[in-house]
């Protein structure tokens, strides 16, 4: 079982910069390909970036540039750096932990309860 807790959301303005943090507790967060997916009202969750066990990253192709993940193990948190926002990258942000080489959305195990990121326009 892992327990992942998101921080670090809140409201920003267009352009500015917020640092997502999530802390896991459980076993063996190292194994574990750990992501961000983002659900905005009225859309689907989408997914925006993951890093594997070997910190082998992935980005949504559109945010590739302003977004940057990262984790620490020792730590067993992850992280989403979020520059030059944009109102359209309002969301709920999601930590998502996988335990296959890639993360995809129907394939997450442990999902944390969410923290919301507005950006206003």
């Known amino acids: 079982q892992v327990q992942l807790v998101e921080s670090g959301g809140g409201l920003v303005q267009a352009g500015g910069s917020l640092r997502l943090s999530c802390a896991a507790s459980?076993?063996?967060?190292?194994?574990?390909?750990m992501g961000w997916v983002r659900q905005a009202p009225g859309k689907e969750r989408e997914f925006v970036a993951a890093?594997?066990?070997?910190?082998?990253?992935y980005y949504a192709n559109s945010l590739k540039g302003r977004f940057t993940i990262s984790r620490d193990n020792a730590k067993n948190t992850v992280y989403l750096q979020m520059n030059s926002l944009k109102p359209e990258d309002t969301a709920v942000y999601y930590c998502?932990?996988?335990?296959?080489?890639?993360?995809?959305?129907?394939?997450?195990?442990?999902w944390g309860q969410g923290t919301q990121v507005t950006v206003p326009s």
């Open positions: 998502a932990a996988d335990s296959r080489a890639v993360l995809t959305i129907p394939g997450v195990d442990y």
């Open positions: 459980g076993r063996a967060f190292s194994r574990y390909t």
């Open positions: 890093i594997s066990w070997t910190s082998t990253v």
